[in-house]
Antibody
């Protein structure tokens, strides 16, 4: 079964850091671009970052550029995002999502992990 | 940044009704428009890729159309499980952007 499982969400103070992980299974992880998409409570979807299958291209939303770093370990079938200088408006459910092999839509999503930034 | 505007914000319908959801882009996205369904407390689900291609396992009551700046998601006859929020997304250019969503209630 194709599956994505996020972990690492937590309550963190403003200015703090957090690292999220996403464990993939059931498909050839290195073949697919992977992304993080977030959703603030009661709000819509907000793309955060994407990394290519072989790690040679990364893309970020302006709102996280310079603060978040996406990475992947294809030997461990795991996607990461390192989040620094966290702000209250980073509070959201963070989803790990697989893009189709042709860089189309997000065809597989994890269940999400909650990040709360508050003092 | 390409802005996607979805309308209406809320669509109040009954099972068996036809639902027509709109997504308008601030500039042309060609056919690179994607639709998702999200139910309360769940992750989104891919419905339609590249404007009109149903994703694997999506019933044929869901259809997408349009190109350029104007797109439509049609649900031909609403089933009880179709009441949810629907989002469009463009993949033409970075940053990837989503519309604000249409709630079908």
């Amino acid at each position: 079964e194709v599956q994505l499982l996020e972990s690492g969400g937590n309550l963190v103070q403003p200015g703090g850091s957090l690292r999220l992980s996403c464990a993939a299974s059931g498909f050839t992880f290195s073949n697919y671009p992977m992304s993080w998409v977030r959703q603030a409570p009661g709000k819509g979807l907000d793309w955060v970052s994407t990394i290519s299958g072989n790690d040679d291209r990364v893309f970020y939303a302006d709102s996280v550029k310079g603060r978040f770093t996406i990475s992947r370990d294809n030997s461990k079938n795991t996607l990461y995002v390192e989040m620094n200088s966290l702000r209250a408006d980073d509070t959201a459910v963070y989803y790990c999502a697989r893009r189709t092999i042709s860089w189309g839509g997000f065809d597989i999503w994890g269940q999400g992990t909650m990040v709360t930034v508050s003092s | 940044e390409i802005v996607l505007t979805q309308s209406p914000a809320t669509l109040s319908l009954s099972p068996g009704d036809r639902a027509t959801l709109s997504c308008r882009a601030s500039q042309s996205v060609g056919s690179h428009l994607i639709w998702y369904q999200q139910k309360l407390g769940q992750a989104p689900r891919l419905l339609i890729d590249d404007a009109s291609n149903r994703a694997t396992g999506i019933p044929d009551r869901f259809s997408g159309s349009g190109s350029g700046t104007d797109f439509t998601l049609t649900i031909s006859s609403l089933e009880p499980e179709d009441f949810a929020v629907y989002y469009c997304q463009q993949r033409t250019s970075w940053p990837l952007t989503f519309g604000g969503g249409t709630k079908v209630e």
